[in-house]
Nanobody, 120 residues
Framework: VQLQASGGGLVQAGGSLSLLCAAS?????MGWFRQAPGKEREFVAA????????LYADSVKGRFTISRDNAKNTLYLQMNSLKPEDTALYYC?????????????????WGQGTLVTVSS
């Protein structure tokens, strides 16, 4: 499985951005993670393949929406009401598991990351 993330950029606080992750190969549960400078990679959101069940980190709940189009093998992350603390390199990831996973060690495949910068 190969993953290609895109859609990052510079936005003012309160603005919106949409991330996209194009996948090749069969994927099961998928997720978004982010890593800010000097910090560890952290979970953002995940979605199952079949039921579309979702899980969000508390820090993004109500502002971010994860979705996927299985026909296009594409994962999305709609980010609204962005805050400066959302600034990070955002990674899409694919797991070998059917159920939603929220830890990095449960994901076998990773995209290259796309940078999101939120100015205050």
């Amino acid at each position: 499985v190969q993953l290609q993330a895109s859609g990052g950029g510079l936005v003012q606080a309160g603005g919106s951005l949409s991330l996209l992750c194009a996948a090749s190969g069969r994927t099961f549960s998928m997720g978004w993670f982010r890593q800010a400078p000097g910090k560890e990679r952290e979970f953002v959101a995940a979605i199952s393949r079949s039921t579309g069940s979702t899980l969000y980190a508390d820090s993004v709940k109500g502002r971010f929406t994860i979705s996927r189009d299985n026909a296009k093998n594409t994962l999305y992350l709609q980010m609204n009401s962005l805050k400066p603390e959302d600034t990070a390199l955002y990674y899409c990831a694919a797991s070998r598991y059917i159920n939603i996973q929220a830890t990095t060690d449960q994901y076998a495949y990773w995209g290259q990351g796309t940078l999101v910068t939120v100015s205050s």
